[in-house]
């Protein structure tokens, strides 16, 4: 199946774009959690963040301050979430990497996610040793 992603970056399929350059592509998501709602993606296909390369980060940060800044002034929202889902499990639907910047204003009772708590500062401390084993 194509990437859709790509079908919007080529003008295939149409969007509302708020940004645009060599690398990088920003319009509204077509089923906004919040008006203004908008993706960032990179124009190459990458699937997901892992398989990005580190020339794309420097840019992109600041293509999201500025896209986000931007949000922010044409929507009056006082807060804006970064979302990144990568993979399935984590609800990444469009397999194409995409940063999702959702305004949000004081009280809007969107969405704040349920937090747990570990069994013990031991359970907590070995499973960091064991992340940072693997980095
Ligand atoms: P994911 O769940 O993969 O992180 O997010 C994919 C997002 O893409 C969803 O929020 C969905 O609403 C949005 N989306 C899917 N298809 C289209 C489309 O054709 N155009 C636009 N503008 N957004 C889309
Ligand atoms: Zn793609």
């Not at 709602?37 to 940060?61: A, C, Q, R, S, W």
């Not at 990568?86 to 990444?92: F, W």
Request: aromatic share 6%.
């Amino acid at each position: 199946m194509e990437c859709i992603f790509c079908k919007i970056v080529r003008g295939e399929i149409p969007c509302a774009e708020v940004y645009s350059d060599d690398s990088i592509l920003a319009f509204l998501d077509i089923a906004p959690i919040s008006k203004g709602h908008t993706l960032v993606i990179p124009k190459e296909h990458y699937d997901n963040l892992f398989d990005m390369p580190d020339e794309v980060g420097n840019h992109l940060l600041k293509v999201m301050q500025k896209v986000g800044s931007a949000i922010m002034k044409a929507t009056g929202a006082t807060g804006i979430n970064v979302v990144m889902n990568n993979y399935p499990s984590a609800g990444q639907v469009i397999p194409h990497a995409h940063w999702h910047l959702i305004p949000r204003i004081e009280g809007d009772g969107l969405f704040r996610v349920k937090q747990g708590k570990y069994d013990s500062n031991d359970e907590m401390l070995t499973l960091a040793n064991k992340i940072k084993e693997n980095v």
